[in-house]
């Protein structure tokens, strides 16, 4: 059984950074597609981005894009969202999750079709 551990978020003003990461833990990034799933107070989760790391495909919620950046690093096993110029609406709940094979990256982030959730991570965007 593979797990998915989770690190980064916290609190930060409007305008800032944050780097969420996910590792990938007892299997191999390249089998799977990774996204980062978001859910805000009183909110579906929704799919912000993905990322099939195979062959270095993704897909951005359109509320991100040019803002968010995901990555995967092999050596590490592990997937981050580089989040820049946030905004308060960009609060919530953040879930790393996946699903193989890596070819179903947008049903991932489109459809919710996942394999493994992470724990999930608390990301606060206020002045």
């Known amino acids: 059984q593979y797990r998915l551990v989770e690190s980064g978020g916290g609190l930060v003003q409007p305008g800032g950074s944050l780097t969420l990461s996910c590792a990938i833990a007892g299997t191999h990034l390249n089998y799977y597609a990774i996204g980062w799933f978001r859910q805000a107070p009183g909110k579906e989760r929704e799919g912000v981005s993905c990322?099939?790391?195979?062959?270095?495909?993704?897909y951005y919620d359109d509320s991100v894009k040019g803002r968010f950046t995901i990555s995967g690093d092999v050596a590490k096993n592990t997937v981050y969202l580089q989040m820049n110029n946030l905004k308060p609406e960009d609060t919530g709940v953040y879930y790393c999750a996946a699903t193989t094979p890596a070819a179903l990256l947008l049903d991932l982030c489109t459809k919710r079709e996942v394999d493994l959730w992470g724990q999930g991570l608390q990301v606060n965007v206020s002045s």
């Open positions: 990322i099939a790391n195979s062959d270095r495909k993704t």
